[in-house]
C-alpha cells in the first residue's frame, strides 16, 4: 500500500498516520521529521533547510524529491509506506510519478484532510501552548503564513489527482476514530 497524505497543518495528519501506519504494517515517512532530524544533526541538508524552516518557508522541489527518493528506497519501504509533507506541489507530484514508475509501482490514494480554516488555527495556537519546545514555525505568528502557503501551493495538488483518480477527499472534524474510520472506509476494497 502506497498512500499519500495531503490536509493543511493543524489538519491531523500526524495523528491518523500512525494509525494508518500500525493498521496497514506500513512504514510512516513524515518529510518534516526527516528535515527536523537533518537540521538537528546539523547534517548537510540539515544546513541548507535549517533557515528555510525557521522562517515558515518550503523546503524546494529538487532537495525535497532527493529526500524522498531516499526514504522510500529503505528496506522498511519495501511492503509498502505512506508519505506525509509530499508531495507539496504539482512538480513534486509528478517527480514522485517518475520515482515510482521507475519501480513500476502506484499510489494507492492519496488522502486530503479537510478542516475549516478556523479551526485549523485554533488547533495550531492550541497546540503551540502545550509544546515544552515549540520550534520557529509554531509560533502563533507564523500560522497564517502557513496555511496561506498551503492554499497557495499544495491545493492544486488536489485537482491532480482527482483528475487520476487518487484523491480520496476526508471530512477531518470529529473524534481521532471517526476521522479513522471515514479514511480506512474510503480506501479501495482491496485494501480496507
Do not use: W
Amino acid at each position: 500500500m502506497l498512500l499519500v497524505f495531503i490536509g493543511p497543518p493543524g489538519a491531523g495528519k500526524g495523528t491518523q498516520s500512525k494509525r494508518l501506519c500500525e493498521r496497514y504494517q506500513i512504514s510512516h515517512l513524515s518529510t518534516g521529521d526527516i528535515l527536523r532530524k537533518a537540521k538537528a544533526h546539523g547534517t548537510e541538508l540539515g544546513k541548507k533547510v535549517g533557515p528555510i524552516m525557521d522562517s515558515g518557508g518550503l523546503v524546494n522541489d529538487e532537495l525535497m524529491v532527493q529526500v524522498v527518493d531516499e526514504a522510500i528506497n529503505r528496506p522498511d519501504c519495501r511492503t509498502g509506506f505512506l508519505l506525509d509533507g509530499f508531495p507539496r506541489s504539482i512538480p513534486q507530484a509528478e517527480a514522485l510519478d517518475e520515482l515510482l514508475a521507475r519501480r513500476r509501482q502506484r499510489l494507492t490514494a492519496v488522502i486530503e484532510l479537510r478542516v475549516p480554516r478556523a479551526e485549523l488555527e485554533r488547533r495550531l495556537v492550541g497546540r503551540y501552548y502545550e509544546l515544552t519546545d515549540p520550534r520557529p514555525e509554531d509560533q502563533p505568528d507564523a500560522i497564517g503564513h502557513r496555511l496561506d502557503l498551503y492554499e497557495r501551493i499544495t491545493a492544486p495538488l488536489l485537482e491532480y489527482y482527482t483528475e487520476k483518480r487518487l484523491l480520496l477527499s476526508i471530512d477531518g472534524v470529529g473524534s481521532t476514530d471517526e476521522v479513522f474510520s471515514r479514511i480506512t472506509g474510503g480506501l479501495p476494497s482491496t485494501h480496507r
